[in-house]
């Protein structure tokens, strides 16, 4: 999922933005300090925490910057280019640029890049690319002429692969668009044709890109609002040849086609793209944050004053003008999952459990005595966000927890555990994680060490997640904690699928006669209880003859325990794909025995309408037919071996037939009203009075 925090102003002047706004952002050398270039003569050095500038710098009278000011990472230098051609280099202490080292080249720049890990580069505009060290040894060498008369150069961006850096510009010429690969050191060049896939070509589209070390992910926001992505190879086999590559259809209509101000996308990383525009054509401008993975929106801010159209991001930072001013928007994107993009995940059905924060209230956190935290309202949202990444539990009691982790017996970790958390709160959510992390540590020290109670507790605050404490559920896993991984398997929204099948195993093999953890279990049972006479012949076993249809639905193949944990795997979040491999290493025995148990809650949700499954929160019928189609996608060979499965497998096939025709029959009815529908519009229409028959079969 991503999120968008609130906005704040950089700066509360009014800056010197152009028609097409500014000329860029870019950041330098020391953290959290940004160069914003106006698009007339200024440079402006802004720290962000602070909200304010550090130096500012202009070009004289009659001068103009032409691209925007960069920061030389080797030397901690700035550097801009005014009409065109003349470089200008500088430090924090220099005032008056024009006392500054000069050098006026003999070709248009373009653009000068700038990124870790390697000396800036300056792109000209005839496409020729140079090293500034190169330059600067001799300013008035000749610069070839890369792109043909008419190509005009419309994106450019730097990128390190392998610790090379490798250029990328996009040029356009009669509507046609080019992308240019440049290997900066081996000065190896290659070129491409883009089919966009647009009808229209009067518009410029919008350009952003991402790469791994293969590839260059390139794309392009067209004018019909839709985001196009073209995969374009790094190390190309052909240099000599133009090579084509066509793009594919990435996201449809995130902006209105009709918008033609306003508009621009960012990549922020290869699975999330920042678009600003509006949505739909009557609407205002916004900020959003789309999932490419899954091609789902994540988040969305609405911007009444306008922009430019352009959009920066560094860090965790968005950059862009809105109205006249150059606001800032803190964003976090989490790793993508496909139950956060789906909204997949079983919270969705449990609308009675508290909502998990997103972010501390670190105000609230003060008077629980973990710190001392104090800011100007004017920086405290900025400050916020730095100390929700370094935070670590200051106060007295998170101390003394954590102390007694690595020593204390359980019972006293436990005692403690409880008097902390009857005064901890959601808010300050971050302790929580570090409580299970050291309980972990010492359980993988000490194997004998295994404070179930304590981590019990821990889960129950709702604040915990796969990814948080990994090793959680491998503990209860190596443990055979059933209850603990139903627990984790209910409150985790990201368990990956490998650990779900992992679950589903144990689940499947346990012996269930423990009958004091079964009484434990009661309170969590999800879709049965011991009461439900449905249930009353659940100590049934594979090896009896398979029950038919007639009595599937007054008995269950599983034991009340057992159908409660089954039911948190119903619930779990999966992604097929990854899903399915797992499913295949489950015994054979194990899968029929599961299939008996969703036929026999298929029948219960399908089969007999007044009749409802006891518990909270059942199984839906959904879940239950998606994971029928997975068990058998995966295991069909074998379970059609099995003889105890053969009756089950003609029963399933029967029902699948009889849904077939119930949805036939549907469509038709479907179609049926849509033509009565016709009727009554053009009924509405007539002036005359008439009688008319309507057949439905």
Not at 50 to 72: E, F, H
Not at 144 to 166: A, C, N, Q
Not at 187 to 215: C, M
Request: proline letters at 5%; charged letters at 20%.
């Amino acid at each position: 999922m991503a999120a968008l925090e609130e906005e704040f102003t950089l700066s509360t002047v009014v800056l010197s933005a152009g028609p097409d706004g500014l000329l860029g952002v870019e950041p330098s050398n020391k953290t959290d300090q940004f160069l914003v270039t106006d698009s007339c003569r200024t440079v402006v050095l802004y720290k962000v925490s602070d909200q304010k500038p550090l130096g500012s710098w202009s070009v004289k009278q009659g001068q103009s910057i032409t691209c925007p000011a960069v920061c030389n990472f080797q030397t901690g230098e700035y550097i801009i280019v005014h009409d065109n051609k003349v470089l200008r280099i500088w430090n924090n202490e220099d005032v008056n640029l024009e006392k500054v080292f000069k050098a006026t080249l003999s070709a248009e720049i373009y653009r000068i890049h700038s990124i870790q890990g390697t000396e800036p580069w300056v792109l000209f505009k005839e496409g020729a690319v140079r090293g500034l060290e190169a330059l600067l040894a001799e300013p008035q060498q000749k610069i070839e002429t890369v792109i043909s008369d008419g190509e005009v150069i419309k994106w450019t961006k730097l990128f390190m692969v392998y610790r090379h850096p490798v250029l990328i510009f996009v040029t356009e010429k009669l509507g046609n668009y080019f992308a240019y690969v440049q290997m900066c050191k081996s000065h190896n060049l290659t070129k491409y044709a883009l089919i966009l896939g647009q009808e229209e070509k009067s518009v410029t589209p919008n350009f952003t890109a991402h790469v791994d070390r293969k590839f260059i992910y390139l794309m392009s926001l067209c004018c019909d609002g839709c985001i196009y992505e073209t995969l374009i190879p790094i190390y190309s086999s052909d240099v000599e040849r133009d090579q084509r590559v066509v793009s594919s259809l990435l996201l449809k209509t995130v902006v209105t086609a009709s918008a033609r101000n306003g508009v621009g996308l960012t990549a922020l990383d290869s699975d999330h793209v920042a678009v600003l525009g509006s949505p739909l054509p009557v609407s205002k401008e916004c900020l959003s944050i789309w999932n490419t993975k899954f091609q789902t929106l994540q988040t969305s801010k609405e911007l009444p004053q306008g922009t430019s159209g352009q959009l920066w991001y560094y860090g965790e930072n968005l950059f862009m003008l809105h109205g006249k001013f150059l606001t800032v928007i803190p964003y976090k994107c989490e790793v993508s999952s496909l139950a956060g993009a789906l909204g997949k995940l079983k919270h969705d059905q449990n609308q009675d459990l508290q909502a998990m924060p997103h972010f501390a209230n670190w105000e609230a956190s003060q008077e629980l005595g973990f710190g001392s935290y104090k800011s100007e309202p004017s920086r405290k949202m900025v400050r916020r966000r730095k100390m929700e990444t370094h935070l670590q539990p200051e106060g007295p009691a998170c101390e003394q927890l954590l102390s007694a982790i690595k020593k204390a017996s359980e019972k006293h970790i436990e005692v403690e555990l409880r008097k902390f958390l009857a005064k901890w709160t959601p808010d300050f959510h971050s302790v929580i994680g570090d409580l299970v992390t050291g309980l972990l540590g010492r359980c993988k020290a000490e194997p004998s060490f295994y404070p179930r109670n304590c981590l019990m507790l821990l889960i129950q605050t709702r604040v915990l997640s796969y990814s948080l404490c990994p090793g959680l559920m491998e503990l209860a896993l190596e443990q055979t904690d059933v209850q603990m991984l139903q627990l984790c398997l209910q409150q985790f929204p990201d368990v990956p699928e490998s650990v779900t099948c992992a679950c589903l195993k144990v689940f499947l093999s346990d012996t269930v006669q423990d009958e004091k953890m079964e009484e434990q279990t009661k309170i969590l049972q999800n879709g049965f209880n011991r009461e439900d006479s449905s249930c009353s012949n659940c100590n049934q076993e594979l090896n009896k003859k398979p029950q038919g249809a007639a009595n599937a639905t007054t008995s269950c193949p599983v034991t009340p325990k057992r159908a409660a944990l089954l039911n948190a795997i119903l619930h779990s979040a999966y992604s097929e794909p990854f899903l399915l491999p797992h499913l295949k290493d489950i015994p054979a025995k194990h899968i029929t025995l599961f299939l008996q148990y969703l036929y026999f809650l298929y029948l219960k949700c399908s089969g007999n309408a007044p009749m409802t499954l006891p518990g909270t929160h059942p199984p839906t019928l959904s879940q239950i037919m998606d994971w029928i189609c997975l068990l058998l996608d995966a295991n069909f060979t074998v379970v059609l071996m099995i003889p105890e499965a053969k009756r089950l497998l003609i029963n399933l096939y029967k029902f699948v037939k009889s849904q077939i025709s119930v949805y036939s029959e549907l469509n038709k009815i479907e179609v049926s009203f849509r033509e009565l529908q016709k009727l009554n519009q053009e009924k509405k229409n007539r002036d005359l009075y008439s009688i008319e028959v309507l057949e439905l079969f």
